[in-house]
């Protein structure tokens, strides 16, 4: 059974920072992508950010230069270190895996999410 789980979210003020984290199980560090996506309501689901097993990154345009995604396979953890927050960054933040370890395949297993406020 796969459980991914997020946690670190909460409310900011607008330039602030926050940290996420994602725990997951042990072959999902070692063997998949993983990413990062936020939905906001009445907005379709978005990719954030993803990183491959070995650490290799990428961002949508809107957060590059202001989030950093990682990961720690030892501690089969995923992160997202978010700075310079915007109120239009406001959403769930919710954590995903992939099989495809290039990140180019549908994201197969997901978290149940955590809210990210950003007050103007």
């Known amino acids: 059974q796969v459980q991914l789980v997020e946690s670190g979210g909460g409310s900011v003020q607008a330039g602030g920072s926050l940290r996420l984290a994602c725990t997951v199980p042990?072959?999902?560090?070692?063997?998949?992508?993983m990413g990062w996506f936020r939905q906001t309501p009445g907005k379709e689901r978005e990719w954030v950010a993803s990183?491959?097993?070995?650490?290799?990154?990428d961002y949508t345009g809107s957060v590059k230069g202001r989030f950093t995604v990682s990961r720690d396979n030892a501690k089969n953890t995923l992160y997202l270190q978010m700075s310079s927050l915007k109120p239009e960054d406001t959403a769930t933040y919710y954590c995903?895996?992939?099989?495809?370890?290039?990140?180019?395949?549908?994201?197969?297993?997901w978290g149940q999410g955590t809210q990210v406020t950003v007050s103007a």
């Open positions: 995903a895996a992939a099989s495809d370890i290039l990140c180019r395949g549908k994201f197969d297993y």
């Open positions: 042990g072959y999902i560090s070692i063997n998949y992508c």
């Open positions: 990183i491959r097993p070995r650490g290799s990154s």
